[in-house]
């Protein structure tokens, strides 16, 4: 797809076309690669629609003048993690699939870790907030966390340092989202637009910096949105929709790149 530059309302005409498309897709189609992989890029699908209908209703619910900056930056970015980890489980379905799923393992682990810490919390209410949720989640469960933990750990191990230690993938692939992204040829994407909306998420000065205007009479404290703002939301949830849709189509012959592009025709 090559870049054009469009209107807002030619943006958000392209979003609403891309989730059209999107829901044209009605389950039940199984790759070749197996149900986990088939599973994943649909949820991933439904994830992705979610999203930009979101920032969708938000746009018509608040208008262009009054938008919610950051949390559509924040919906968008989202939009791109789902984006770049589609693309990264297709260059290895099978196994990444696995993986992916057996991760949940780890994740459930954690959890029930550090409930168990702060049961011994030195804030009372965090103590008694603790305990209650062992009580009723983790206690009887505990053994089988273990177990479930114990049997897809080795996955997600680096070698051994020279201690003997292992230490734990922070995240299932071992990657960050930068690496995964480099790995499927989204560099320029990464460090163009995900570094900058990451700015949104993690609440730097540019999320204090939209709320200041610099007026004649001194400084403002505004929720009112800049157009270049709103203008990028809509653009870049409809640049990683399409390169998902992109992805998609050819996993699952659900439509052709023709019929995702098409759809930022005017």
Partial sequence: MAIRILTLQQHTTVLK??????????????????FEYSSLMTCFLMNNVSSAEAILALGQHFGEGWFPVPAGYSLTRLLF???VTAHYLARDPVERSRKYVDFANVLRKREMDAHAKHRNSSHPSWKEAMQMVWDLQFAEEE???????AAVISSFEQPADRKGKKKVFEKWSGLSIRQMALKVDHEEAYDVFYSFLSSFSHADIRVADRFL???PGGPVWSMKAEEFDVGNVFRYAAIFLTCFLQLFGREFGTWSEKEVDARWDF
């Avoid at 044209?24 to 790759?31: Q, V």
């Avoid at 053994?143 to 933990?149: C, G, K, Q």
């Fill in 213 to 215: 205007k610099l007026g």
């Fill in 143 to 149: 053994s089988e966390i273990n177990r479930r933990y």
């Fill in 17 to 34: 076309r891309l989730v059209r498309l999107a829901k044209r897709f009605r389950g039940g189609t199984k790759h070749s690669a197996g």
């Fill in 81 to 83: 993690e789902t984006e």
